[in-house]
C-alpha cells in the first residue's frame, strides 16, 4: 500500500515569515495530493490539494508544489500568521478516495 | 448545510461494552468514510463507502469492528466489544469526484 512520510514533525517560525512541509509517497500510481489542516481538539479541514496533471497549485498564502519523478510534494506557507498554527497533514490517493496520511507537521507561530 | 453530523461528540464506556457511531454525511454526497485518530498511528482509514456500498473495508482493524449504510443520509460503526485501545477520535467525512473529503466533527471515544 501508499506509504506517505511528511517531515518536520514540528515547525516554529515567526510571524510574517514562511513554512515549508515535505511529503514524500512511494505509490508511483498515486495522483492526488490533499493538504488538511487540524486545529487542537477540531476535524481535519482541506486546505488545498493537487493533482499530477499539476506541478504547482497557489491559494492566496497557500501554495502546493508537486514532482512526480521524485514522489514528493510541498506545502508552502507564506506570510505566517498566528491562525495558521495548528497540525498539517498531507496525504496521497491514487483514486480520490482511500488517501494515506502523513503522521502531521505541528506548526507554530511565534508573535 | 450543516456539514457532516456525527454523533455522540463524546463516549465513555467499558470495556466489553457495545459502542455505536453515528453520521450523517453532506446532503447529495455519494462517499462516506470512517477514520480513526489516535496519537499512535495517526489518521488511519477504517472503511469507506459508495452509494451505501461498502468499497473496501481493509483498514478495519478486526471483526470487532464493523460499519453499515442503510441509506444515503445515515452510517454506523460498531464496536462490539470494546476494548481500552480502541479510545481514539472516530471521524466520518464524505465526498462527491472532485470536491475533496469534508470531516465532521468527530466522535471522542473513550473505553475504561
Known amino acids: 500500500g501508499e506509504n506517505v512520510e511528511q517531515h518536520p514533525s514540528t515547525l516554529s517560525v515567526q510571524e510574517g515569515d514562511s513554512a515549508v512541509i515535505k511529503c514524500t509517497y512511494s505509490?508511483?500510481?498515486?495522483?492526488?495530493f490533499p493538504w488538511y489542516k487540524q486545529e487542537l481538539g477540531k476535524r481535519p479541514q482541506l486546505i488545498i490539494d493537487i493533482r499530477s496533471n499539476v506541478g504547482e497549485k497557489k491559494d492566496q498564502r497557500i501554495a502546493v508544489t508537486l514532482n512526480k519523478t521524485a514522489k514528493h510534494f510541498s506545502l508552502h506557507i507564506t506570510e505566517t500568521q498566528p491562525e495558521d498554527s495548528a497540525v498539517y497533514f498531507c496525504?496521497?490517493?491514487?483514486?480520490?478516495?482511500?488517501?494515506?496520511f502523513g503522521a502531521g507537521t505541528t506548526v507554530t507561530v511565534r508573535a | 448545510d450543516a456539514g457532516v453530523i456525527q454523533s455522540p461528540r463524546h463516549e465513555v464506556t467499558e470495556m466489553g461494552q457495545e459502542v455505536t457511531l453515528r453520521c450523517k454525511p453532506i446532503?447529495?454526497?455519494?462517499?462516506l468514510f470512517w477514520y480513526r485518530q489516535t496519537m499512535m498511528r495517526g489518521l488511519e482509514l477504517l472503511i469507506y463507502f459508495n452509494n451505501n456500498v461498502p468499497i473496501d473495508d481493509s483498514g478495519m482493524p478486526e471483526d470487532r469492528f464493523s460499519a453499515k449504510m442503510p441509506n444515503a443520509s445515515f452510517s454506523t460503526l460498531k464496536i462490539q466489544p470494546s476494548e481500552p485501545r480502541d479510545s481514539a477520535v472516530y471521524f466520518c467525512a464524505s465526498s462527491n469526484p472532485g470536491t475533496g473529503q469534508f470531516f465532521g466533527p468527530g466522535t471522542r471515544l473513550t473505553v475504561l
Open positions: 505509490d508511483s500510481a498515486s495522483n492526488y
Open positions: 446532503s447529495g454526497h455519494d462517499y
Open positions: 496525504a496521497a490517493s491514487s483514486n480520490d478516495y482511500k488517501l494515506s
